[in-house]
């Protein structure tokens, strides 16, 4: 079992920057692949970014490449995302997914452990 805590959300404005926490405990961090999903009102669960257990790939949906930097430091078991020139259609819960060796987690199907969420607000 693996449990991720997120944190960091809030309210930024348009153009600002925020930067989003999952702290990992239970199971050896290094050994997953982690990822950022992002939920908001009335919509799909869908992908925003991904890394590799060794930071040596990572993989963005369109929405947010040049904007978003998915990070990880194994160390401390804890998984980032920096978010810059944030957009009001950023507003979403922003969630924390491992999925357990090699791979990345991509679509929401390949997720086995899920946080439960940080908002993210982009309003003026």
């Known amino acids: 079992q693996v449990q991720l805590v997120e944190s960091g959300g809030g309210l930024a404005q348009p153009g600002g920057s925020l930067r989003l926490s999952c702290a990992a405990s239970?199971?050896?961090?290094?050994?997953?692949?982690m990822g950022w999903f992002r939920q908001a009102p009335g919509k799909e669960r869908e992908f925003v970014a991904a890394?590799?257990?060794?930071?040596?790939?990572?993989s963005y949906a369109d929405s947010v490449k040049g904007r978003f930097t998915i990070s990880r430091d194994n160390a401390k078991n804890t998984v980032y995302l920096q978010m810059n020139s944030l957009k009001p259609e950023d507003t979403a819960v922003y969630y924390c997914a491992a999925k357990n060796g090699p791979m990345i987690p991509l679509v929401r199907q390949d997720a086995e452990y899920w946080g439960q969420g940080t908002q993210v607000t982009v309003s003026s």
């Open positions: 890394i590799s257990r060794s930071s040596g790939v990572t």
């Open positions: 239970g199971r050896t961090f290094s050994n997953y692949g």
